[in-house]
């Protein structure tokens, strides 16, 4: 397979800049996934390297060479595109076969190809169906098949996922990564979802307004986001914020913040350079709440506005500490609506963040894969 790498790589549609200097390196057959709100530029990012959009500056190169001149069949790339884009009037042999029907491959080699991307994708029983009589998971392999035929290397895929109902999406998570074991291919991967790119990803990509806010693996972003931003947009369901501001006492080994509701709390965070009274956020993750027995510094009370019984965990969500909250609580802890919870905040599980949205480096957190 191959390497891929972005440098500086910039687009602008006239005046409107997409995409701002990007820089990535992907490993030889690495799964990344570029993830990130509407109109971030994933699939922008996605469709330069595949050649169906020029960069306005920088470049791309795969396997060290520079292809950002080159045309998008000189790549060596193959997309899968969020429609299916299936012919109707075709099998799904002479769907999968297209590309190679265009490149005149003798009809030898068009039989085998096919037949080995159809028994990798549990296909080889549905190739004389007509895309009408498949189900939307097994359109999407369909697809997936037209691009393994090309033996391309690099894979794209654009939101592929998208129009499937959830329970299909899950399925379809795990057929994907088992695709990309079996294939041991370079793979990039657009989503708007932060659960596929937690679940499939080597490395993510978060992007906001077409810059790269962070870059690394799905632990490292949960444990050690580089902003608010990164924080809040990873993890299911979304990371707390709490108003705090710095008192007197921070340095590298530690942070003392005040909060309102919560008293002062010394975090195992990195706060060099932290003035006393700047303003901060407190993160907190769902799940790192505990239940207080009492109150003290580091609880607060959570008036629970509405409660989602999953069973083994309750999704507790209200306002504490003069923020609105949501609280992941022990499912048989006997929580009611309209009532109070008394929760403690760990001071380990707290992220802290400055004025500026940026993380203060966090000292006890569990390591990043």
């Known amino acids: 397979m191959a390497t891929l790498a972005l440098r500086g790589v910039s687009k602008s549609f006239g005046a409107t800049r997409v995409l701002s200097e990007v820089g990535l390196e992907i490993a030889d057959k690495e799964f990344v996934v570029f993830v990130g709100p509407s109109g971030c530029g994933k699939t922008t990012l996605l469709r330069i390297i595949a050649g169906l959009e020029d960069a306005s500056s920088g ?32 099998d799904v042999f002479e769907n999968i076969a297209f590309p190679l029907r265009v490149a005149k491959l003798p009809e030898a080699e068009v039989k085998e190809k096919v037949e080995k991307a159809a028994d990798i994708l549990q296909l080889r029983d549905r190739l ?28 794209l895929f654009d939101e592929p996922l998208s129009n499937l109902d959830a329970a299909l999406r899950g399925e379809m998570r795990v057929e994907l990564s088992k695709l990309h074991q079996r294939l041991d291919a370079t793979m990039v991967y657009v989503t708007h979802d932060q659960v596929e790119a937690m679940t499939m990803a080597d490395r993510i990509v978060v992007l906001s307004e077409g810059v790269v806010q962070q870059y690394g693996s799905p632990l490292q972003l949960y444990h050690h986001p580089a902003n608010r931003f990164v924080a809040g947009f990873i993890g299911h369901p979304t990371m707390n914020f709490l108003p705090a501001a710095a008192a007197a006492g921070c340095g590298a080994e530690q942070a003392a913040v005040e909060a309102a ?3 002062q709390l010394k975090l195992p965070v990195d706060a060099a350079g932290v003035p006393a009274g700047e303003k901060m956020e407190l993160g907190v993750r769902p799940d790192d709440f505990e239940l207080a027995d009492g109150a003290g510094d580091g609880t607060l009370a959570l008036r629970i506005d509405v409660l989602e019984k999953l069973g083994s965990v309750s999704l507790a969500y209200g306002t504490g500490a003069g923020a609105k909250l949501c609280a992941a609580l022990p499912g048989d802890a ?9 929760l403690r905040l760990p001071p380990a599980a707290c992220h802290l963040f400055r004025a500026d949205g ?10 990043a894969a």
Do not use: N, W
């Open 59 to 90: 470049r791309l190169e795969i396997d060290g060479k520079d292809v950002s001149d080159a045309h998008p069949l000189e790549r060596g790339v193959a997309m899968v595109f969020q429609s299916y884009a299936l012919y109707p009037h075709l």
């Open 358 to 367: 940026t993380a203060c480096r966090r000292l006890q957190a569990p390591a």
């Open 128 to 155: 004389d169906f007509k895309p009408r009589q498949l189900s939307g998971g097994q359109r999407q392999r369909v697809a997936i098949g037209r691009a393994i035929v090309r033996q391309p290397q690099v894979f």
């Open 334 to 342: 006997g929580l009611k609506e309209g009532t109070e919870a008394r």
């Open 261 to 263: 509701g919560l008293g």
